[in-house]
């Protein structure tokens, strides 16, 4: 039920007054049968210390540079990185607590995963959680208070969440106005409206969740693409409430919102638009001050089938003159033309193009699609990027000025030798085209190495 045209960046918060149960905090759990840890913070920091910013992102400001103001959603509240809105506790637990000066003013905190590459691979899982006290604040004191634990696809960050809903937003835990209820939501395809109805999204309604502002819950979503159809489940306590099957939506919607890489956001924003809808807030009664406490955050994927997806034997890349199967792997050093890059000995022979930043590109001539059914496209891709360096590997035909065709989004892989086959979804091709690789970034940091790519029918 949350509309965000510009993505928030979540903060987690921790409570000073002796109401909340600071010391309620627990370990990470162990890893669901078959998957594996890939990310967790307990919140261990000393009492009034910041967040680790080698996991964290700070967000700043009425919304992100470039994107909609007030985050996209009409919330007032000013997201800071002091601690003051956002801190430990010393006692294993993030808080995030909004507040209100002397001229009405009010402030707050939103942090988001310095990683962007939480993804379930083909044929694998992901799962997202975390342990949460709602704000304890109820009745006209609560009037505008929404906090809320969600995930976001990689693609917004170099844009500032400009390519909202399209990318996929996943509403894991969503409270407003004090109510003893939680939402769920996924947002996708086209805003307004569109297959996803936006800017509701397709949720869950209010479900009760009892002793959520007094106590701490679990709170999770699992991606599940072992299963056909692909299911998006939201659990709370470990019960599965509400499951989102991959027919809900066309499968280019439901693939541009589930098949890439997703960034974790902790936040508690105040007033905007889905508090209208259940009474408003903002006002003069609302109670500053009241945290959200956060637990642990952990992120677990299962490996699945792995994602190395041809479903057409490689044959030999033809000499540059020569026309080019595009079903068939084109390896990246066979460019006709590039700007930016380098060639070099790849781990997995022979050689890849390496050292990729933003505005650099690949062009490959006589791409031959046939007479249509593209249905996407692989590239197999590594990145040693640093914490908070990611970029959009685009395609394009017959001008590097056309608007991409296709993209997805990447962080670090874990080496720059370190090689993944990760697919994007394209719009139908027929015919003979150049294509070209382009590449996107908001850092100036090479972010990627390409081995090869291939379209798929």
Not at 57 to 72: E, V
Not at 313 to 335: L, M, N, Q
Not at 400 to 405: G, H, K, L, M, T
């Amino acid at each position: 039920m949350r509309a965000l045209l510009a993505s928030a960046a979540a903060m987690l918060a921790v409570a000073a007054t002796a109401v909340f149960s600071l010391n309620a905090n627990a370990a990470v759990p162990p890893a669901p049968s078959g998957m594996s840890l890939v990310f967790s913070d307990d919140f261990t920091g000393a009492a009034g210390s910041g967040l680790n910013r080698s996991n964290w992102l700070y967000d700043i400001g009425h919304g992100y540079p470039g994107g909609a103001s007030n985050w996209g959603t009409g919330e007032v509240e000013y997201m800071t990185d002091s601690t003051n809105n956002v801190y430990q506790d010393g006692g294993g637990n993030l808080v995030i607590k909004p507040l209100r000066d002397s001229a009405g003013n009010w402030t707050s905190g939103r942090v988001e995963t310095q990683r962007t590459d939480f993804a379930a691979p083909t044929g694998g899982k992901v799962r997202i959680e975390a342990r949460i006290q709602q704000p304890n604040v109820s009745g006209a004191a609560a009037a505008g208070y929404w906090p809320a634990f969600w995930a976001l696809g990689a693609a917004a960050r170099p844009v500032g969440a400009t390519n909202w809903p399209g990318i996929g937003e996943w509403d894991i835990m969503e409270n407003i106005n004090g109510r003893e209820s939680v939402f769920a939501a996924l947002h996708c395809g086209t805003n307004p409206g569109g297959p996803c109805n936006e800017t509701t999204g397709i949720g869950s309604g209010e479900r009760a969740c009892s002793g959520c502002k007094t106590g701490f819950h679990t709170y999770a979503i699992e991606y599940d693409r072992s299963t056909s159809p692909e299911q998006l489940r939201w659990y709370l306590d470990g019960n599965n409430y509400f499951t989102l099957t991959s027919n809900a939506v066309d499968s280019t919607t439901w693939n541009n919102a589930t098949h890439h890489g997703m960034f974790v956001i902790l936040n508690v924003a105040i007033g905007g638009g889905f508090p209208a809808a259940f009474g408003g807030g903002p006002t003069s009664a609302t109670q500053p001050g009241v945290p959200m406490l956060v637990d642990y955050v952990a992120v677990w994927q299962s490996s699945g089938g792995g994602t190395t997806p041809p479903t057409t034997p490689p044959t030999t890349t033809p000499p540059p003159s020569g026309t080019r199967d595009a079903y068939s792997r084109i390896e990246a050093e066979s460019f006709n033309s590039s700007a930016g890059v380098q060639v070099e000995t790849c781990s997995e022979g022979g050689q890849d193009v390496g050292y990729i930043a933003n505005g650099d590109w690949l062009q490959f001539n006589n791409v031959n699609f046939g007479t249509g059914g593209v249905r996407d496209f692989v590239a197999r891709v590594a990145s040693g990027a640093g914490s908070g360096v990611s970029g959009l590997i685009e395609v394009r035909v017959d001008s590097r000025s056309n608007a991409p065709i296709g993209s997805f989004a990447l962080g670090g892989t874990g080496g720059w030798q370190t090689w993944q086959s990760i697919p994007g979804n394209v719009s139908n091709v027929t015919g003979t085209h150049t294509v070209y690789l382009t590449f996107t970034s908001g850092q100036s940091a090479d972010f990627v190495n390409v081995n090869w790519i291939q379209f798929r029918r």
